[in-house]
T-cell receptor, first 108, second 111 residues
Framework: SQQGEEDPQALSIQEGENATMNCSYK?????LQWYRQNSGRGLVHLIL?????REKHSGRLRVTLDTSKKSSSLLITASRAADTASYFC????????FGQGTTLQVKP | DAGITQSPRHKVTETGTPVTLRCHQT?????MYWYRQDPGHGLRLIHY???????DKGEVSDGYSVSRSKTEDFLLTLESATSSQTSVYFC??????????FGPGTRLTVT
């Protein structure tokens, strides 16, 4: 499977702390994307990092990509209760292949 | 939700009955996708379309068919619903960029 696999499956932190989620994949990619899903809602695109990029920032989000290790990480800094959601990485090999996601709980 | 709607939002149907889910977009995007989301499996691609009348199979296409007669509409049909097709179905669209925009989902229960 070309599936993106997120780690950990679940993460619980206090508001204000940083949250780090990791993703591994198996084949060459064009880019890798991260999505967020709030309970009962559709996925929302957060950030895209191309295969020739190593790091990208968007607000409180920082994504890294290591194509040699076929891995990516998403860092959310200074987390808020509103960041509570599931987060999915999606390696793009022509199609997006989603993993099972990391469920993040941010406690107020 | 980026001009994308799904109907119905909830449906309960009996085993063996046909079911059609509709995805409608107002963005004029070329690509449209149908996914299902199940606990333990994440999001899996059923079928996708890269233009009017142009469709292709995804990872879990057995038991599903699709049609796209207009740019804005992408229909997913379960010819004879089974309990294993109980799931939440998401439609997504994408344009020239790689990012996808998702609809709100349809919760389908097959009894």
């Amino acid at each position: 499977s070309q599936q993106g696999e997120e780690d950990p499956q679940a993460l619980s932190i206090q508001e204000g702390e940083n949250a780090t989620m990791n993703c591994s994949y198996k084949t060459s990619i064009n880019n890798l994307q991260w999505y967020r899903q709030n309970s009962g809602r559709g996925l929302v695109h957060l950030i895209l990092i191309r295969s020739n990029e190593r790091e990208k920032h968007s607000g409180r989000l920082r994504v890294t990509l290591d194509t040699s290790k076929k891995s990516s990480s998403l860092l959310i800094t200074a987390s808020r209760a509103a960041d509570t959601a599931s987060y999915f990485c999606a390696p793009n090999t022509g199609k997006l292949i989603f993993g099972q996601g990391t469920t993040l709980q941010v406690k107020p | 939700d980026a001009g994308i709607t799904q109907s119905p939002r909830h449906k309960v149907t009996e085993t063996g009955t046909p079911v059609t889910l509709r995805c409608h977009q107002t963005e004029n995007h070329r690509y449209m996708y149908w996914y299902r989301q199940d606990p333990g499996h994440g999001l899996r691609l059923i079928h996708y379309s890269y233009g009017v009348k142009d469709t292709d199979k995804g990872e879990v296409s057995d038991g599903y068919s699709v049609s796209r007669s207009k740019t804005e509409d992408f229909l997913l049909t379960l010819e004879s619903a089974t309990s294993s097709q109980t799931s939440v179905y998401f439609c997504a669209i994408s344009g020239q960029g790689y990012e996808q925009y998702f609809g709100p989902g349809t919760r389908l229960t097959v009894t």
